[in-house]
């Protein structure tokens, strides 16, 4: 079936006009200042792309879109309002701006709030060559979706229907500016491709997809690539069985390892530390990993895709260490949070930027023969991760491992236990590194997890 | 009824754009083409608010509006889609050329005339937003965060929230809708933090529906929150590790029908059986559960969150039989997949906005009343787990695997409920394990309107509901062997 999208609007047809688009910015800050705000912030967001998605070799959708947004914070001394629209009229920025005073006189006064002090805005803020645009036309992303598709349908013929392929190459244009005279603004693209299949075997039915994602399309990965290792994923998973309910050491594979250092991530947050809300609580100085680990944020990677040259607040965001040698160093915070806690933003309003976690000097299969039997987990299910208590349980797919050997596919398992106690039992991590998030971890080798099965 | 409702939105969507119902009839006729089978005008404009209270103040509000048009144009298997947030008449106009462009252009179609059906309103016109003032809900959030922190010294964190939303929409179709419909949406949350001897839990509790801010207020609904939410972290503060393996779960009324969302709701869109990627495809007629089991759709309940007057294709809600003792009877339908598989429109075509194009969504569903007593259920077990109160569960529709996250959850033993386990995900297979289900209780209820369901990257607001119920086997996945 084919599903043709398009985004229309007035000035679809017209490139952006930056300048304008700052006027605008500058006039909703200078509407709140004469409406008596003492301070403001405004943010300004426009998103265009095009994506395509088919099915089963037919075009599925064609979508051209056009989003955009934005959001005005006044402050009155501590009380706050925000108001946001979606309408760039005049009138709607009047109104907008009215919106988040109404707001503020009815608010009540927090002494924490406030734009992030002067001194911290990244008045010079670097140029990280996010901006690569793919001249694609419709045609052409259809076929590269075709081709991902057509590759994992061919390799097999367990390999009988399919959930599609895509293509999608998005710019997002954003503008932030502050009544401390920040006025920053970049371009950023983002391009990815991927497929999800289905193979039946015996009547059963599993599904699996790859993707590849980059801020440069020429880093895309190859359609073909992308297209067999979903055909791989697929047809390993044919056949899975339930395991008993055990004890085991288990490797989680880079994609879902990335949600464990996620995890640390909200639990390190400035906002889960003053609402007492974490299990890494006042953590600060103590071992939390073991000794060889480090953990650092690296926000100027040029490329990268979760670089930005400046936090969501207009705040110097700079290279430093979350973990060094097991010990945590440093929350993850925005100015708010930092004035609460009684310390300095690091630059985090909006979340973290390209977060590594040092490797070890092997790869996957290394990981699987140290581990030697026990289980390869590569997908995980649910919403069973309580950061207020650290309590863990998910369901998972995977595979059961003996000697260092994948021997068949399992689901249907939970796994469960304590991110605390499995951050310190995190013995190895694999240089396996995926890179496309914002998280960039290989794949973790824990010592010991409760399995729940058949 | 929709003639009032119709009157609503011709005043805030189509006066203010010098619209009017003949225009919208000639955007339809352009896009009527040769190809073309099915066209129609998607109009919203909405208001939101928010105000949220943490650490005893009212620090945040937030305002929202948000319009826009979306335009359909379908052929055959194909859909032109486009959508633009200018409601005026050359963006229209260049949305429906846009939609139109996928099939050939040729002769113009014909249009039926505006069949404007009455469609008995399920809920009030009256702005939810405006029913209190702006002073009125913050002393009410003070309130909840007063008697919370008053049940209990150990309640550490209150944070409490209210919000609104009122929407007018207005559909135009080629097959003679001229529908309207006025969605009021309101949604209050607790959420407490409770500390003792080091030891910190969670608990929080809201709910809602189509009705205005006043709801909140009556019969103590707001203060039953803030009860709720310290009653959940009291007793996890007490938990104790819970069992890992397979083993009987009965599940509490209400909320819990998380479960039939995720076992059975999402296999049973039509979409994604029309594609056959679930693993209920081409399976009506067959026993799917067991005999105790009849699951229904029902949008058409009154002031519920899950429900919709008209759908957003402007069809009138119903009550949908999914499954029938046990017997799989029906998919949920929009007017696209209906009409591929030649099957009745059930009034399941829903989008988040505009901008979105419909799919087959849930509305409200539950799980019928059976004849046993609740108390009957939990004594038939010798050791199991009782859960009455989830997070949120997931579903992968192809192989049917499903998890829910219990957040409150008891060890039973000899037929008693005995002492409070800590959180733990629940995982099975939808129609294994709904053909374990082996007791349903007399007391069902739907929850308290709080759900959000996300498909392919669209939120609704939807409803649950079932009786006490007893799965002869799940895996609990617990840390206690």
Not at chain 1, 69 to 74: A, E, I, M, R
Request: glycine letters at 10%.
């Amino acid at each position: 079936m084919n599903q043709i999208t398009k985004k229309v609007s007035s000035e679809a047809a017209t490139p952006l006009n930056t300048a304008e688009l700052k006027d605008i910015v500058a006039t909703m800050l200078n509407e709140a200042n004469a409406k008596g705000a003492t301070a403001a912030e405004a943010g300004l967001s426009i998103e265009t792309g095009l994506s395509v998605t088919v099915r089963l070799g037919e075009v599925e959708t064609v979508e051209h879109n056009r989003d955009r947004s934005f959001g005005l914070t006044v402050f009155f001394g501590k009380r706050k309002g925000s108001a946001s629209t979606t309408d760039f009229s005049r009138q709607a920025v009047t109104d907008t701006v009215q919106a988040a005073c109404d707001i503020a006189r009815y608010t009540e006064e927090d002494e924490f709030a406030g734009l992030a002090d002067k001194e911290s805005l990244a008045m010079d803020y670097p140029d990280l060559d996010l901006n690569h645009e793919w001249q694609l036309s419709t045609e052409e992303a259809i076929e590269i979706a075709q081709q991902c598709e057509d590759t994992a349908l061919a390799v097999d013929k367990r390999i009988n229907n399919s959930e599609g392929g895509y293509v999608t190459t998005h710019q997002d244009y954003r503008i932030y500016a502050n009544s401390h005279g920040f006025n920053g603004d970049y371009f950023s693209t983002r391009h990815s491709t991927g497929c999800t299949v289905i193979a039946t075997e015996a009547e059963r039915m599993e599904r699996d997809y790859w993707y590849t994602v980059s801020r440069n399309p020429q880093n895309l990965d190859d359609p073909d690539y992308i297209g067999k290792m979903a055909a791989k994923r697929v047809l390993q998973r044919l056949g899975a069985t339930q395991t008993k309910t055990q004890k085991v050491p288990v490797v989680f594979q880079a994609e879902v390892a990335r949600g464990l250092l996620g995890h640390f991530v909200r639990a390190v947050n400035g906002s889960a530390q003053y609402r007492r809300s974490s299990f890494l609580l006042d953590k600060l100085g103590e071992t939390i990993f073991p000794e060889r680990i480090r953990i650092d944020e690296r926000p100027h990677i040029k490329q990268a895709i979760g670089s930005a040259p400046f936090d969501s607040e207009g705040v110097i965001n700079r290279a430093h260490d979350l973990v060094t040698d097991g010990v945590l160093q440093s929350y993850v915070l925005d100015s708010y949070a930092a004035r609460r806690l009684n310390t300095t933003t690091t630059g985090n309003a909006g979340g973290v930027h390209n977060l590594f976690i040092q490797h070890d000097d092997k790869d996957l299969q290394g990981l699987l023969k140290e581990m030697g039997t026990g289980i390869l987990v590569t997908e995980v299910m649910g919403q069973g991760v309580n950061i207020v208590t650290g309590d863990y349980s998910r369901g998972g797919t995977g595979f059961w491992v003996e000697n260092g050997e994948i021997q068949y596919p399992i689901e249907e398992f939970t796994l469960a236990g304590n991110l605390a106690d499995m951050y310190k039992n995190l013995a190895l991590v694999g240089n396996d590194v995926d890179t496309r998030s914002s998280l960039c971890t290989g794949s973790w080798l824990l010592n010991e997890m409760m399995i729940a099965g058949s | 009824m929709t003639d009032k409702h119709l009157h609503i939105a011709t005043q805030n969507l189509l006066i203010p754009a010098e619209l009017d119902e003949s225009i919208l009839s000639k955007v339809i006729h352009s896009m009527m083409g040769h190809d073309i089978d099915y066209a129609d005008v998607y109009m919203q404009s909405s208001r939101h608010e928010s105000w949220v209270l943490e650490d005893s103040l009212v620090k945040e509000g937030q305002y929202n509006i948000e319009q826009g048009v979306g335009v359909r144009a379908v052929s055959g298997e194909k859909t032109g889609f486009a959508y633009s947030d200018e409601i005026i008449l050359p963006a229209l106009t260049s949305a429906a050329n846009a939609a139109r462009a996928i099939a050939n252009q040729g002769q113009t179609g014909s249009i039926r005339s505006w069949d404007k059906r009455a469609v008995p309103a399920l809920y009030t016109e009256e702005d939810p937003l405006s029913v209190l003032t702006a002073e009125q809900k913050i002393h009410l959030l003070r309130t909840l965060d007063e008697a919370a922190r008053k049940i209990d010294p150990a309640v550490k964190q209150v944070i409490a929230s209210i919000s609104g939303v009122h929407e007018v929409v207005l559909v135009a179709a080629n097959d003679g809708t001229l529908s309207a419909d006025v969605r009021p949406l309101v949604r209050m949350n607790v959420s407490v933090i409770a500390e003792r001897d080091g030891r910190r839990e969670q608990g929080s509790a809201g709910g809602g529906g189509r009705v205005t801010y006043n709801y909140f207020l009556e019969e103590e609904r707001a203060l039953g929150y803030a009860r709720e939410a310290v009653r959940q972290a009291l007793v996890n503060l007490d938990a104790k590790a819970a069992p890992a393996g397979a083993m009987p779960v009965v599940l509490g009324p209400g909320w819990p029908g998380v479960l039939l969302h995720e076992a059975v709701g999402h296999g049973l869109e039509g979409d994604f059986n029309r594609k056959g990627s679930s693993v209920f495809s081409g399976r009506i007629g067959e026993q799917v559960a067991s005999k105790h089991c009849t699951v229904i759709d029902d949008g058409s309940i009154a002031s519920r969150r899950g429900s919709l007057s008209i759908d957003d294709e402007g069809t009138p809600t119903q009550q949908n039989v999914l499954i029938e003792n046990g017997i799989l009877k029906n998919y949920m339908q929009d007017k696209q997949n209906a009409r591929l598989m030649n099957l009745p429109v059930t009034g399941n075509g829903r989008r988040e906005s505009y901008a979105h194009m419909p799919m087959p969504r849930m509305t409200n569903t539950y799980l019928a009343n059976g004849n046993y007593d609740p108390q009957e259920i939990i004594k038939s077990v010798d050791k199991g787990l009782y859960a009455v109160n989830f997070g949120g569960g997931q579903v992968d529709i192809t192989s049917g695997k499903f998890v829910f996250s219990a957040s409150e959850a008891y060890m039973i033993e000899k037929g008693k409920v005995t002492y409070p386990v800590k959180g733990a995900t629940l995982i099975g297979n939808g129609p294994e394990s709904m053909n374990l289900v082996s007791m349903v209780g007399n007391d069902m209820s739907l929850d308290t309107g709080v759900g959000v369901c996300g498909k392919e990257g669209q939120s609704v607001p939807v409803g649950v509901g079932q009786p006490t119920l007893l799965v002869d086997r799940l895996t609990v996945g617990g840390t206690s062997a």
